[in-house]
DNA sequence: AAATGGCGCAACCGCGCTATT
DNA sequence: CAATAGCGCGGTTGCGCCATT
């Protein structure tokens, strides 16, 4: 037979996805649930690569997503969660509903790594860092890979070892577990609008105030899908569950 | 006011795993 | 059992925004 690529690379567009795309997609994924994705571009005429599409879908467009600062419990479990998994960011990211494995890991990176450090813990290891704020972590990345490498091989269930997923692992957690989130309804969407005159889109609300309830909209820069015309957006909601589950078209 | 450097985020890339044939 | 398809994951890159000079 001989493998497909994923995508024929010649003629597909890359870079920023534009309103246009998105609402291709979105609809396209509406209208029909999730098929393979490598169907999904030519299905929803879109000239990108069946990947991308999952990868805007699973970290943008997908319902449900929270957006904006974490609040200081979502740190906190973040911390507490890679200090057992590593960086294994997806894994994480079950563990906090409405976040994405890519939103964690970039929030890592920029703002908890900073902070343990500044507080003088090693962010690898979670322990303190020795003589001063000597930065343990060289700016190597590679150093990061071997640290969540040597955990893997401890506990990674992705290579057949122990700990079976989270699962184990969280079964003494007041965490919930992720299949237990119930989906962001649309009565607990809170639009832009409806208390901010600030509806830029791109940058996070800086400091949610208080950390008490993430009053972020699920889509705050694809509020324009919402205006999708003629789409049962609410209506798609409300069959509830089981359209939710039944077509797993927001897994 | 313009230049520039740093930061944050979205998106891409490549690899590995699992299911299927 | 081997080959292949498809997907998911983690690491990396590139670009836009913002702050500083």
Redesign the pocket.
């Known amino acids: 037979?001989?493998?497909?690529p994923?995508c024929e690379?010649a003629g597909?567009?890359?870079?920023?996805?534009t309103e246009e795309e998105?609402r291709k997609l979105f609809s396209f994924i509406l209208n029909n649930g999730?098929?393979?994705?490598?169907?999904?571009p030519k299905l929803a005429g879109l000239l990108?690569?069946?990947?991308?599409c999952?990868?805007?879908w699973?970290?943008?467009l997908r319902p449900g997503l929270k957006?904006?600062?974490l609040s200081e419990s979502e740190e906190k479990l973040i911390v507490d969660l890679h200090a057992q998994?590593?960086?294994?960011?997806?894994?994480?990211?079950?563990n906090l509903p409405g976040r994405?494995?890519?939103?964690i890991?970039?929030?890592w990176?920029?703002?908890i790594k900073?902070k343990l450090r500044n507080m003088g813990i090693d962010p690898i290891t979670h322990k303190p860092l020795h003589g001063g704020d000597q930065t343990v972590e060289t700016q190597?990345?590679?150093n990061?890979?071997a640290?969540?490498?040597s955990k893997r091989n401890g506990n990674d269930?992705?290579?057949?070892l122990q700990v079976s997923d989270s699962d184990e692992l969280f079964s003494s957690s007041p965490v919930l577990r992720p299949d237990e989130m119930p989906m962001t309804g649309p009565h607990e969407i809170v639009f832009p609008w409806a208390h901010s005159t600030n509806n830029?889109t791109?940058?996070?609300p800086t400091g949610t105030e208080g950390d008490t309830q993430l009053l972020v909209p699920s889509w705050p820069?694809s509020m324009y899908l919402w205006e999708l015309d003629g789409l049962p957006v609410w209506d798609f909601f409300d069959e509830g569950e089981q359209t939710l589950s039944s077509a797993s078209a927001f897994?």
């Open positions: 037979m001989g493998r497909q994923c690379k597909l567009k890359k870079g920023s996805w998105d999730q098929c393979p994705w490598r169907a999904v990108r690569c069946g990947k991308s999952r990868l805007r699973k970290n943008y957006r904006g600062v998994l590593g960086n294994r960011w997806s894994k994480i990211a079950r994405t494995d890519n939103e890991k970039n929030y990176n920029t703002h900073k190597n990345p590679r990061q890979t640290e969540a490498e269930s992705r290579h057949g830029q791109s940058s996070p820069e897994d």
